[in-house]
């Protein structure tokens, strides 16, 4: 079968190197893809919002599947638009999309649906907001509604920083109109979890747990990025913390969408916050998370297109999801700046290295080809360093070792990712 991926980043590289390993495909195209996706993928310069351009390259290169990858296509209906076309597409269609798409939806459903998450209020206006927060329990969360790349929440301390946080979101613009309206959020301690599952409309499978790191810099300190790595399994993820999930959280939130008449098709990603009191829902997002992926799918054992179409056809309940018993580590090496200002078009070198290395993987995020054909730096987050190992202590060791293989100006990491393991 012909398959197409929508998107460009390192879930993209992900998702396309798993992909092509299934027995399943024989021709794999990406849009727009960059330059490692280019190694397993035929790339095609569309962008991802370009739906008429995308649905027409589709029809004229017969694909059978479509995978929209990342959030905004869903939200703005990408999948209906391929459907409408008669085509298949893997991914939740607007209506379902909207989940991830508006922060206060989803809090909206987990409150009338009796789904455990923190208690909150919605804004759509900052005075409303402002005469709330002078009444608010320290420290507080605010939240963009709708999509802001994942870097739309502010964690503020004292009242001063809500109300600046309110005018950063509401007044400013930061997050352009993610923030016309906001959701004002109790602030929840405890261990954060991600939990990645694949959704048919009626059955959830559960995939393996992760752990991302937000922040630009070591400690948790910094501006919130896209995520500077992650680590999978979590060991704080325990056998009784994944029985509550699946009977009060997982299976509730699929039903809870096929109730209101949002049938839910794809991934749901679960942002999970481990508190004294028990798992409380942080967020939703409605595609495979980014770089989660990159440490999921390489412990991985099923064939993905199989899933995918398993999710499109309603048959989830047939397949058995497999991951090899290791533990996986990925870290992002960035363009020093990011998530600000930085520079880009710096040469890479040593991902020759990773090529034949069993358990190393490197995924490609912001790169591209320049006219040399040389391969260069085209982004904040650059490339995704995963190795796998026995347990996370090695796998650790094993990516932070493969980091120094690649060369490129202004590389920057953090050098703390999966610390947490250590206080396991």
Same mark, same amino acid.
């Given at each position: 079968?012909?398959?197409?991926?929508?998107?460009?980043?390192?879930?993209?590289?992900?998702?396309?190197?798993?992909?092509?390993?299934?027995?399943?495909? /024989?021709?794999?195209? %990406?849009?727009?893809?960059?330059?490692?996706?280019? @190694?397993?993928?035929? %790339?095609?310069?569309?962008?991802?919002?370009?739906?008429?351009?995308?649905?027409?390259?589709?029809?004229?290169?017969?694909?059978?599947?479509?995978?929209?990858?990342?959030? /905004?296509?869903?939200?703005?209906?990408?999948?209906?638009?391929?459907?409408?076309?008669?085509?298949?597409?893997?991914?939740?269609?607007?209506?379902?999309?909207?989940?991830?798409?508006?922060?206060?939806?989803?809090?909206?459903?987990?409150?009338?649906?009796?789904?455990?998450?923190?208690?909150?209020?919605?804004?759509?206006?900052?005075?409303?907001?402002?005469?709330?927060?002078?009444?608010?329990?320290?420290?507080?969360?605010?939240?963009?509604?709708?999509?802001?790349?994942?870097?739309?929440?502010?964690?503020?301390?004292?009242?001063?920083?809500?109300?600046?946080?309110?005018?950063?979101?509401?007044?400013?613009?930061? $997050?352009?109109?993610?923030?016309?309206?906001?959701?004002?959020?109790?602030?929840?301690?405890?261990? @954060?979890?991600?939990?990645?599952?694949?959704?048919?409309?009626?059955?959830? #499978?559960?995939?393996?747990?992760?752990?991302?790191?937000?922040?630009?810099?070591?400690?948790?300190?910094?501006?919130?990025?896209?995520?500077?790595?992650?680590?999978?399994?979590? =060991? $704080?993820?325990?056998?009784?913390?994944?029985?509550? %999930?699946?009977?009060?959280?997982?299976?509730?939130?699929? /039903?809870?969408?096929?109730?209101?008449?949002?049938?839910?098709?794809?991934?749901?990603?679960?942002?999970?916050?481990?508190? =004294?009191?028990?798992?409380?829902?942080?967020?939703?997002?409605?595609?495979?998370?980014?770089? +989660?992926?990159?440490?999921?799918? =390489?412990?991985?054992?099923?064939?993905?297109?199989?899933?995918?179409?398993? %999710?499109?056809?309603?048959?989830? /309940?047939?397949?058995?999801?497999?991951?090899?018993?290791?533990?996986?580590?990925?870290?992002?090496?960035?363009?020093?700046?990011?998530? +600000?200002?930085?520079?880009?078009?710096?040469?890479?070198?040593?991902? @020759? #290295?990773?090529?034949?290395?069993?358990?190393?993987?490197?995924?490609?995020?912001?790169?591209?080809?320049?006219?040399?054909?040389?391969?260069?730096?085209?982004?904040?987050?650059?490339?995704?360093?995963?190795?796998?190992?026995?347990?996370?202590?090695?796998?650790?060791?094993?990516?932070?070792?493969?980091?120094?293989?690649?060369?490129?100006?202004?590389?920057?990491?953090?050098?703390?990712?999966?610390?947490?393991?250590?206080?396991?």
């Amino acid at each position: 079968m012909k398959v197409l991926i929508v998107g460009g980043g390192g879930r993209e590289h992900a998702i396309a190197w798993k992909v092509a390993q299934s027995k399943k495909v /024989d021709k794999l195209y %990406c849009a727009p893809g960059n330059a490692g996706i280019a @190694e397993v993928a035929e %790339c095609v310069n569309i962008g991802v919002m370009d739906f008429e351009a995308l649905v027409a390259f589709a029809k004229e290169k017969e694909i059978d599947l479509t995978i929209v990858a990342p959030d /905004d296509p869903l939200a703005a209906g990408a999948v209906d638009a391929f459907e409408a076309a008669g085509l298949r597409a893997f991914g939740p269609r607007a209506n379902a999309a909207i989940l991830e798409g508006s922060k206060a939806f989803s809090k909206d459903l987990m409150k009338k649906y009796g789904i455990p998450t923190a208690a909150y209020e919605t804004f759509d206006n900052p005075e409303d907001a402002f005469e709330y927060l002078e009444t608010a329990d320290m420290p507080i969360v605010l939240k963009a509604d709708g999509l802001a790349l994942g870097k739309g929440v502010l964690i503020c301390n004292t009242l001063e920083e809500a109300k600046a946080g309110v005018k950063t979101l509401m007044l400013d613009k930061q $997050f352009g109109s993610a923030g016309n309206r906001i959701v004002v959020e109790e602030f929840m301690t405890g261990r @954060e979890v991600s939990v990645l599952s694949f959704v048919d409309g009626k059955t959830i #499978k559960i995939m393996t747990s992760a752990q991302d790191h937000k922040r630009a810099k070591d400690g948790d300190q910094g501006l919130n990025t896209g995520g500077m790595g992650t680590f999978s399994p979590s =060991p $704080f993820y325990t056998e009784e913390v994944d029985a509550f %999930c699946r009977k009060y959280i997982y299976q509730p939130t699929v /039903d809870a969408m096929r109730a209101e008449g949002r049938e839910f098709k794809g991934i749901i990603f679960f942002g999970l916050m481990l508190t =004294p009191k028990g798992p409380r829902v942080l967020e939703y997002n409605a595609r495979f998370g980014d770089p +989660e992926t990159q440490v999921v799918l =390489p412990r991985m054992k099923n064939d993905l297109v199989e899933i995918f179409e398993a %999710c499109i056809d309603g048959t989830l /309940d047939q397949v058995e999801l497999e991951f090899e018993d290791n533990a996986a580590v990925c870290v992002v090496l960035a363009s020093d700046g990011y998530p +600000e200002h930085y520079e880009k078009g710096f040469v890479i070198s040593g991902l @020759e #290295k990773f090529k034949g290395a069993e358990g190393y993987y490197v995924f490609h995020a912001g790169s591209k080809f320049d006219a040399e054909g040389n391969i260069v730096t085209n982004g904040g987050r650059v490339l995704g360093v995963t190795a796998t190992g026995p347990d996370l202590k090695a796998a650790r060791a094993n990516a932070y070792k493969a980091t120094e293989w690649i060369g490129f100006s202004n590389k920057y990491m953090r050098y703390d990712i999966g610390k947490a393991i250590d206080e396991a």
